[in-house]
């Protein structure tokens, strides 16, 4: 089942970048190439999530396919403007230089800015059904001050605080800055279904948490060269962490409660949400 | 009469910033204040636009104020980043500090990304209607590669190009630039209330270029403390303009007529789109 997991990512992630690849070949302009760029070779969960949850409430792939697409071009936005120097100062994502080492900072501002439009864009297509404005209306507060670039906003406080943040603000954090868009691509199908997002709501709040409690230990023993970004970037900022906080054994068994919590919440959708419940169970397990 | 059009246009701001303003005074965050910094003080045309086009179309006041302040958010995030160090790099903008020199230029990159998701979530709140989605779809176009990021991406390259752009080259620049916006802005009213939005395009498209004229002459002609931010950037950095191309007095002409022109647009409209033919004489008369 795994297995079945795996190629499910693989096939989001595929199918993601080819649309947003077709969308953008018509622009002849070095920010359109810089946006493919940005787009290309992720792992595509979000992505992942959108489509899963559509399959799960009876929605068309190909429709779901628009928000999925959206959600990664998005996703894409929030990692080139993190890379800037003003930012994070990273030159190196998924193995190959960022944005603005690869181009220039300007284009990457606009080729950030342009991803964001695109996302809205494949969220508001007529194709997307009757309830593309709720998704629209969601993606905008998930994304936006009240979400992901609140997270963002806290995280660079974080830095310059005179003491470390504690597990309850290190966890309002998260849910901004990672968990937004991850509860939010969850959400997408029973929304787009004009159903009731509440089931999968809960398995995105305690994924996007155990993601980041993963990510944190990744952060600590990862391989750079496995995760084709830098690592060892908390520590070296001394930065409060899940891992700094908890220790490395409480925090591993934090993440495996969560990911049980989040394979718990899914029992209204019985056998049919096996791939969700492995999705759970990657995030955890993932060496990038 | 003009005096009716200046009444209306300094009610457009005061609305659609005081919106805005209720929207951000939740959020206990720096960037939430840099966001307020970056709407304050605009003169409000878009918005305007917005809420004139929605009164010819018998669309309600204050569900057009969404999308009216949406535009002035999503004009002050496109202000914001391109006065970034690595865009324009200008420190004054409407006579007070640009966001990164009040703030830093993290900061300003977030509350640019920030306002863009505002500008989003304004026009997807139920409250605009039936057509929010359209309104979504049409923004998300016009703000993106094909549209406003589109026209600043061949602004930046024509700065490094081998030959100074033609008049075809920078009317189609313009076209993405500043007019897309522009065109959005007058076409929402129709199209929040179904109705065929092609006249207030016509007007638009002619009002936008009128506009960029205006503000090439103002570049080499206008007055750095009325203008609140720096002049005479485009012949400094040698960058073809209407003026450098056709001479400021030929300029000039036809800066009228395509008022002239724009007016004419409004001919379906009668003597109920007076405000709007007042607002195109303003584009060419404005001393900021």
């Known amino acids: ?43 595509g969960l979000r992505g992942f999530l959108v489509l899963e949850g559509a399959a799960l409430h009876g929605v068309d792939r190909a429709a779901a396919l628009r928000p999925a697409a959206g959600i990664e071009a998005l996703h894409a936005y929030s990692l080139v403007h993190d890379d800037l120097p003003a930012m994070d100062d990273d030159e190196l994502r998924r193995g190959r230089p960022t944005v603005h080492v690869a181009w220039d900072e300007a284009t990457a501002i606009l080729a950030g800015d342009a991803l964001q439009s695109l996302a809205f864009e494949l969220c508001a297509d007529p194709g997307v059904g009757p309830h593309r404005a709720d998704l629209c209306l969601s993606l905008a507060r998930a994304s936006g001050i009240a979400g992901m670039v609140g997270g963002q906003a806290r995280d660079i406080m974080a830095e310059s605080a005179a003491e470390p943040l504690d597990l309850e603000r290190i966890t309002e954090l998260q849910q901004g800055k990672t968990g937004a868009l991850i509860r939010w691509s969850a959400e997408a199908g ?58 490395l054994d409480a925090a591993r068994a934090r993440a495996a409660e969560l990911v049980e919590a989040a394979c718990d919440a899914l029992a209204p959708y019985g056998e049919g949400a096996a791939t969700l419940r492995d999705a759970a169970r990657f995030v955890i397990a993932r060496e990038s």
């Open 1 to 43: 089942m795994a297995e079945a997991f795996r190629a499910a990512l693989a096939r989001a992630a595929e199918d993601s970048q080819a649309l947003l690849r077709e969308r953008l070949a018509a622009h002849d302009l070095p920010v359109a190439r810089a946006m493919e760029h940005a787009v290309t070779g992720g792992k």
């Open 190 to 247: 029973p929304v787009m279904a004009g159903a009731d997002p509440s089931a999968m709501g809960r398995y995105a709040t305690a994924l996007g948490l155990a993601f980041q409690i993963a990510d944190d230990i990744l952060d600590v023993e990862g391989d750079a060269a496995k995760m084709g970004k830098a690592v060892r970037k908390d520590a070296g900022a001394g930065k409060a962490t899940f891992v700094s906080l908890l220790g």
